[in-house]
Structure formats: structure tokens, C-alpha cells
């Protein structure tokens, strides 16, 4: 069976840095452990004035087709996965193809073009579709172009103001990939909830700790429903485990609870059953508050064990990263995690090559998906190439008042004019409106 998955991945980060425990905790009258511990986060990236999801998304496309030779020719679809867009009927990658359009001779009129919304999970339904296309056969030979890019912005004095963020990730999808194959098996979880959506508005409506319950609860049925197609998920069988990552501080949430779920049964839950017992079952107690208060007791014992931490240090630790810099990236996030945890391998010598990543994704409303990636010989080669911590590094650190003139720039609602604070180069850019109230882009050599 042939081999399908990503080829290569581009990053492209917003052009602007809220450091939130120097500038915006001094702001809020927090304690910047708040958010560095809390939510695990040192910083934000923000979009330049000139910047939005069609200049971040066309441009960490425009990277990678230069850096793999590409032409229009080579791409049979182009999927955008986002939920900041700014139009309920034209999509997302049809702005995307226009601004490539402007610097190939090339054209993507035969092209399938679309948009996927659920919230976060819509980067991975994408490579989904394009991974059913190819294995349908109806790709021609071609590869399909994914592109997750979101701001994620919240109101002013929201709770998740300080996990806002703003970037795009762009991956080739194609037969025999040189980065990562993708397993046939995956394992959802879903239902409808109200955790977090936006009704006609741009800004979030969220219930905080509902939202994490549901998480949580859809990330543990889609591992049931992975396992009940894969087999058992082992331990020592996954590398390292990307996750969606709204803030570190959730991940480390959900790592607990699949760490539980994974052991269960198992000899590492006998190796600590000395020294925090063994896992509570329903048919040890009476009635289900006595067994889930059991469980919590449980989980933050084992949340303590050195064995746990030494696990999640190799494992869950190294994908969040990038994340920690530039916030959440709502589509993106997911596939932030999956190239910081490369990252790290590469930086440390590790071979990879045949080692397998559990990737799982989220999106409110609600949504889980959980598969396997297994790494492919020459993956060195392209995550060598990417340069989001060069980016990252040459953000502009903006002040907390520039940074309230940025969030009203990308208020919807305002249409506020801010002068750049950073100079474009070699890059798409926002040129303003057109006479069907559409947005304009031009290529700034």
C-alpha cells in the first residue's frame, strides 16, 4: 500500500511579540508565574498591521513550494483550515491561490479549492481529505497543499486574552512523503458542546472549565475509539505525543490522563502500585462520586511520580516549544507541536526514522482525533530547513500600548490604521479593500 502523508512543512509566526510576563502581566497586576507556570506561556505573536490570515497562510505556502521547486501544476488542491476567516462564502484559499497566482506563471484554476471550519481540528480533517483524495486515486499524481492559519484573538479582558496568538503552517501532502507517513487507523471522540464558539462574532465565547472537562472527555474517547482499531496503545510505542495545544497548561491536563489510560493493566502500573497503589475501578465503590473522587486522588499522586515527569519530559514536553512563544494558533497548533518535538530530535542527534508520533487534535464544539504517524527516512532534510525560531527571535517586541493599537488593527469591527512596525521583504502583503468590500494583497519583492 502506498505510502501517503507529509512531504514538508513551512511555518510562518506573526511579525510582532507580546512578552506576556515583562509587558502584559505588569499591565494586568498578575504574578507573570501566571502565565510562564500557569498557562505555560512566554509569549504571544501578533500579525503586523500589514499582515492577516491570507498574507500568513499564502506565505508559509509561497516558502515551501520555493524551497521544494514547486509549481502550480504540482498541487491538485489547496485546503485552508481556519476559524478566523472573514467571509461566510468565499474561501480562505481562493484568496491564498490569487496572491501565489501573482508570482507563478502558473495558474491553480484546476485546483480544488476549500475551507474547513471546526474550530482547532480543522488542520487535521484537511490533511484527512487530502489523505482520502490520494488514497482514492484522485489525485493525478499531484500533492495537495494544507494550510492551517488563524489570529486568535479574544476581547479585551477576556480570561484567554493572554493565550491569543497568530501564524500559519503550511504541509505538502503527498505519496511517499519525506517527512511523516500517516497511519490508516484514527480514533474520534465528539459530541455537541457549547465549550467555546462564536456566533456571528469574532471573538470567542468561552466557558473555561467546561471547555477543559471537554477536552479532556473527547481526547479519552478518541484514544478508546484509536485503540479499539489499533490495538492497545503502549507506552513505550510512540516517541513523542504532539497534542493540540491551546496553552501548555492544558497539555499537561490531558498527558496525565492518557499517561493513566495508557498504563492501566499494564506493568507500569504495577512497578508504582508500591508507592501510590494501584488505579481505582468503578466496581471497587458504591456509587460514581466515591470512584471519581478516588480518581482524582489517584491522578495527582501519579502526577507526582518521578516516573511520570521523566515520561513527560521526553515525551510530551519537547512538542510545546514553539508554543510557549507564540500562543495558540487554533489550526495550527496541533502541527506546531508535531515539527517542535522534530525539532528537538534533530537538535539532539536522535534517529527518528521508522519512530512513531501519537498526535491528537481538538477542536470545541467538540471534536477529537487520534493517529499515528510513523517518521520516514530524510525527515533531517526538512526540519533542517525550517527556521520558526530565527522568527521567532526577530519578532518586533511591541509595548503594551502598541500592542492595544495591534488587537484594534485586527478588530473586524474597527477597520483602525496602524503604521507597520516591521518592514516586509519578499512577502505577501494586505493592500487594502476593493469595491465589493474584499480584501487586496500584492507581493512586496
Same mark, same amino acid.
Request: aromatic fraction near 10%; charged fraction near 30%.
Given at each position: 500500500?502506498?505510502?501517503?502523508?507529509?512531504?514538508?512543512?513551512?511555518?510562518?509566526?506573526?511579525?510582532?511579540?507580546?512578552?506576556?510576563?515583562?509587558?502584559?502581566?505588569?499591565?494586568?497586576?498578575?504574578?507573570?508565574? @501566571?502565565?510562564?507556570?500557569?498557562?505555560?506561556?512566554?509569549?504571544?505573536?501578533?500579525?503586523?498591521?500589514?499582515?492577516?490570515?491570507?498574507?500568513?497562510?499564502? %506565505? #508559509?505556502?509561497? @516558502?515551501?513550494?520555493?524551497?521544494?521547486?514547486?509549481?502550480?501544476?504540482?498541487?491538485?488542491?489547496?485546503?485552508? *483550515?481556519?476559524?478566523?476567516?472573514?467571509? %461566510?462564502? @468565499?474561501?480562505? !484559499?481562493?484568496?491564498?491561490?490569487?496572491?501565489? /497566482?501573482?508570482?507563478?506563471?502558473?495558474?491553480?484554476?484546476?485546483?480544488?479549492?476549500?475551507?474547513?471550519?471546526?474550530?482547532?481540528?480543522?488542520?487535521?480533517?484537511?490533511?484527512?481529505?487530502?489523505?482520502?483524495?490520494?488514497?482514492?486515486? &484522485? %489525485?493525478?499524481?499531484?500533492?495537495?497543499?494544507?494550510? #492551517?492559519?488563524?489570529?486568535?484573538l479574544y476581547a479585551r479582558g477576556d480570561a484567554g486574552e493572554a493565550t491569543q496568538g497568530a501564524g500559519a503552517v503550511a504541509m505538502y501532502i503527498t505519496e511517499d512523503p519525506s517527512l511523516v507517513e500517516i497511519s490508516h487507523e484514527q480514533g474520534y471522540g465528539s459530541a455537541d458542546e457549547t465549550d467555546f464558539?462564536?456566533?456571528?462574532? $469574532?471573538?470567542?465565547?468561552?466557558?473555561?472549565?467546561?471547555?477543559?472537562?471537554?477536552?479532556?472527555? &473527547?481526547?479519552? /474517547?478518541?484514544?478508546?475509539?484509536?485503540?479499539?482499531?489499533?490495538?492497545?496503545?503502549?507506552?513505550?510505542?510512540?516517541?513523542?505525543?504532539?497534542?493540540?495545544?491551546?496553552?501548555?497548561?492544558?497539555?499537561?491536563?490531558?498527558?496525565?490522563?492518557?499517561?493513566?489510560?495508557?498504563?492501566?493493566?499494564?506493568? =507500569?502500573?504495577?512497578?508504582?502500585?508500591?508507592?501510590?497503589?494501584?488505579?481505582?475501578?468503578?466496581?471497587?465503590?458504591?456509587? /460514581?462520586?466515591?470512584?471519581?473522587?478516588?480518581? &482524582?486522588?489517584?491522578?495527582?499522586?501519579?502526577?507526582?511520580?518521578?516516573?511520570?515527569?521523566?515520561?513527560? *519530559?521526553?515525551?510530551?514536553?519537547?512538542?510545546? !516549544?514553539?508554543?510557549?512563544?507564540?500562543? %495558540?494558533?487554533?489550526?495550527?497548533?496541533?502541527?506546531?507541536?508535531?515539527?517542535?518535538?522534530?525539532?528537538?530530535? *534533530?537538535e539532539e542527534g536522535t534517529e527518528m526514522a521508522g519512530k512513531t508520533l501519537l498526535v491528537g487534535s481538538y477542536g470545541s464544539g467538540a471534536q477529537a482525533e487520534i493517529h499515528a504517524e510513523t517518521v520516514v527516512d530524510g525527515w533531517q532534510d526538512e526540519i533542517e530547513a525550517c527556521d520558526i525560531y530565527d $522568527?521567532?527571535?526577530? &519578532?518586533?517586541?511591541?509595548?503594551?500600548?502598541?500592542?492595544?493599537?495591534?488587537?484594534?488593527?485586527?478588530? =473586524?469591527? @474597527?477597520r483602525v490604521e496602524l503604521e507597520p512596525f516591521t518592514q516586509p521583504e519578499g512577502e505577501f502583503v494586505f493592500d487594502g479593500w476593493g469595491p465589493m468590500n474584499e480584501r487586496k494583497y500584492t507581493f512586496v519583492e
Open positions: 500500500m502506498t505510502a501517503v502523508g507529509i512531504d514538508a512543512v513551512e511555518i510562518w509566526t506573526g511579525k510582532l511579540k507580546l512578552d506576556l510576563p515583562e509587558t502584559f502581566a505588569p499591565q494586568k497586576g498578575d504574578d507573570p508565574a @501566571k502565565y510562564t507556570k500557569g498557562l505555560g506561556l512566554n509569549a504571544s505573536s501578533f500579525p503586523d498591521a500589514y499582515e492577516d490570515i491570507v498574507t500568513m497562510g499564502a %506565505n #508559509a505556502a509561497y @516558502k515551501l513550494m520555493e524551497r521544494k521547486g514547486l509549481e502550480p501544476d504540482d498541487i491538485g488542491r489547496i485546503d485552508v *483550515a481556519t476559524e478566523s476567516a472573514f467571509d %461566510n462564502s @468565499k474561501p480562505v !484559499s481562493t484568496y491564498v491561490a490569487g496572491c501565489l /497566482e501573482d508570482v507563478y506563471e502558473g495558474d491553480f484554476h484546476h485546483a480544488n479549492k476549500g475551507e474547513r471550519k471546526f474550530a482547532c481540528i480543522a488542520g487535521t480533517q484537511s490533511i484527512d481529505d487530502a489523505y482520502n483524495w490520494i488514497k482514492a486515486g &484522485r %489525485n493525478r499524481g499531484r500533492g495537495a497543499l494544507v494550510i #492551517a492559519t488563524d489570529t486568535a464558539l462564536k456566533p456571528n462574532q $469574532q471573538f470567542p465565547s468561552v466557558d473555561g472549565k467546561r471547555s477543559v472537562q471537554v477536552y479532556l472527555a &473527547r481526547m479519552r /474517547e478518541a484514544l478508546e475509539d484509536y485503540e479499539s482499531v489499533a490495538g492497545d496503545v503502549e507506552l513505550d510505542g510512540f516517541e513523542y505525543a504532539p497534542f493540540h495545544t491551546p496553552f501548555p497548561g492544558m497539555v499537561r491536563k490531558a498527558a496525565l490522563l492518557a499517561y493513566r489510560h495508557v498504563i492501566r493493566g499494564t506493568e =507500569h502500573e504495577d512497578d508504582l502500585a508500591g508507592e501510590i497503589g494501584r488505579q481505582p475501578r468503578p466496581d471497587e465503590f458504591d456509587d /460514581e462520586e466515591a470512584y471519581q473522587e478516588a480518581i &482524582r486522588e489517584y491522578m495527582d499522586a501519579l502526577g507526582d511520580t518521578e516516573k511520570y515527569q521523566d515520561w513527560y *519530559a521526553e515525551v510530551i514536553d519537547p512538542t510545546l !516549544s514553539i508554543s510557549r512563544e507564540v500562543g %495558540n494558533w487554533y489550526t495550527g497548533s496541533v502541527h506546531i507541536a508535531r515539527m517542535s518535538a522534530l525539532i528537538e530530535a *534533530a $522568527q521567532i527571535d526577530d &519578532r518586533y517586541d511591541i509595548s503594551f500600548s502598541e500592542y492595544e493599537q495591534v488587537h484594534d488593527r485586527h478588530n =473586524h469591527e @474597527k
